[in-house]
């Protein structure tokens, strides 16, 4: 059995969840589902990032402990992790006491092997990055993302970050799909390429953070500490754990582009510094903005993931945010799209399908699954398109292109659609023709059942509606082509439940 491990970036905690968190966590619970489905044994992780300055100034400015602070925060994504109906197998924390030892044991690990010393830093950083940046990276003032940055001096331990430039590209030329989509990882090159210097890991101005094993007037930097995480979370220090063992070099890592930087630069180089294998995969999505505008508590536009699923519907919501734009793309969230997204793929195509085909099986064969009768050349047609489509679905999917993945399935049901209203199965009834009636439902009740597990990773709650409608469980789930591909999957013995509307139409003038 294939091992696979996914990780989101562990959230940082100085507020509450929004859309772009929601964003990245749904595409990783997808991606896990659909490894699950593909029959392999696959770690989740997600969870957050609980140290540094921003952490300790916001609850300083709501005059609260840091770590009620911390736990607070942390409670909002582990709450949204249930409502998002995330299958995370572990939760990570930065500030638990294992997580601490993994930390101290890698920088002990990173000072044994000589790559970390003791020095002064001097030079421009961000608090809302949590981020350095040298002298022509600063515009205006400015960083490159837009955040504030102070003048920083301070005793500093550093890494020696430039030891690892060749190695790094050396790294990324042998392994060109380790940073998509493509642009990223000519940006994490060009960057490399430009030179690197050592990097400044150790704060001393406050004492959010975890100590610097034998110096305890240091704390470690923010982004040493987080990304140890993916370590931390499968067992190390203990590399011969059997879920170190069975789960290290992480699959995906999944990540939003400002922190692309931070995993396709100083990841790499912490883990060649360190002697242990990298990570396969790095995807990095891009952004959303809101109605056009940037998202930011100062315009009031930040989207809150359980409203948007309190009033559209948890489904709906996944799906949208991995059909509307390609993954790695920036994206615009309005409730206009996301209306125009449910009314057209889901309400009018899937939802529409699945109710006349149902309403057709209880009024002719009073809910019964029909058998196969007279299977013709439009038969085998359909199900050997569905079947090369299925495969296609599965490539876009592993590829993380989501939205392909998911124009797959409404082609899919659109092939469905134009099959019924070429065979005409309202006539077919009319005409008493009993024996091609059973064969036209049967062939449109077993491609809605492979379109039900096409769905189920992005749309797992609407997937097993349908699948209990039809007489099955979550068990009976699986991409293997003897079950995805098995158009006689259905039990003529069952009765076909009958199945509220899963995606009503909205009214788009709806405020």
């Known amino acids: 059995m294939k091992k696979i491990y996914i990780t989101t970036p562990i959230y940082y905690v100085n507020d509450k969840p929004h859309v772009g968190h929601a964003y ?28 540094g300055l921003k952490i300790q100034q916001s609850a300083e400015n709501k005059n609260i402990n840091v770590q009620d602070f911390v736990d607070s925060v942390s409670e909002n994504f582990q709450s949204l992790s249930s409502s998002l109906m995330l299958t995370n197998d572990y939760f990570i924390r930065t ?13 002990q690990t990173l000072v044994d092997r000589g790559q970390i010393y003791l020095d002064k830093y001097a030079g421009w950083y961000s608090i809302r990055d949590e981020a350095y940046y040298q002298e022509d990276e600063i515009v205006d003032g400015k960083a490159p993302s837009g955040s504030d940055v102070e003048w920083v001096e301070e005793p500093s331990y550093f890494f020696r970050l430039s030891e690892w430039q060749e190695p790094l590209i050396k790294f990324y030329r042998d392994n060109p799909d380790f940073i998509s989509p493509k642009s990223r990882y000519n940006e ?41 995480n993916y370590l931390s979370a499968i067992g190390y220090p203990d590399v011969s754990s059997e879920s170190f063992k069975k789960f290290w070099p992480a699959d995906f890592h999944i990540v939003g582009k400002d922190i692309l930087r931070f995993h396709g630069v100083y990841w790499p180089a912490f883990l060649m510094a360190a002697d242990l294998p990298l990570p396969k995969r790095l995807v990095a999505h891009g952004w959303w903005t809101v109605e056009k505008e940037k998202m930011s508590k100062s315009l009031g536009n930040v989207v809150d993931p359980n409203e948007v699923v309190s009033e559209f519907g948890l489904d709906q919501f996944r799906y949208f945010l991995l059909r509307e734009v390609p993954f790695g793309n920036d994206g615009d969230f309005s409730r206009e799209s996301l209306i125009a997204r449910i009314n057209a793929d889901l309400a009018n195509n899937l939802g529409n399908l699945i109710n006349r085909v149902f309403a057709m099986t209880a009024k002719n064969f009073d809910g019964k699954i029909p058998g196969y009768s007279d299977i013709l050349e439009s038969e085998h047609a359909l199900q050997n398109k569905i ?25 899919i049901v659109s092939l469905i659609n134009k099959y019924i209203d070429t065979q005409k199965p309202w006539s077919l009834a009319k005409n008493e023709n009993t024996s091609r009636l059973s064969t ?57 439940k009958s199945l509220d509307l899963l995606f009503p139409k909205i009214d788009k003038n709806i405020s």
């Open 387 to 411: 079947i090369d489509l299925v495969e296609l679905f599965k490539k876009h999917f592993s590829a993380t292109e989501f939205s392909k993945a998911l124009s797959v399935v409404i082609e």
């Open 24 to 51: 990245t966590s749904i595409a990783c619970d997808s991606l896990s589902r659909f490894y699950r489905l593909m029959g392999c044994e696959v770690f989740f992780l997600t969870g957050t990032d609980e140290h």
């Open 188 to 228: 994490v090159l060009k960057f490399v390429e430009s030179g690197l210097r050592d990097l400044s890991v150790s704060r001393t101005s406050f004492t959010w953070g975890i100590k610097v094993p034998g110096n305890e007037s240091h704390v470690m930097y923010v982004w040493l500490d987080a990304l140890v």
């Open 440 to 496: 036209v439902l049967r062939t449109s009740l077993e491609s809605i059942r492979v379109v039900s597990f096409l769905i189920y990773p992005v749309m797992p709650k609407s997937s097993l509606k349908i699948l209990e409608s039809l007489g099955f469980q979550e068990e009976s789930l699986s991409f293997s082509p003897e079950k995805i591909n098995n158009f006689n999957f259905l039990s003529e013995d069952w009765v076909v």
């Open 95 to 107: 500030t638990s006491e294992n997580h601490k030892k993994s930390a101290s044991f890698f920088w």
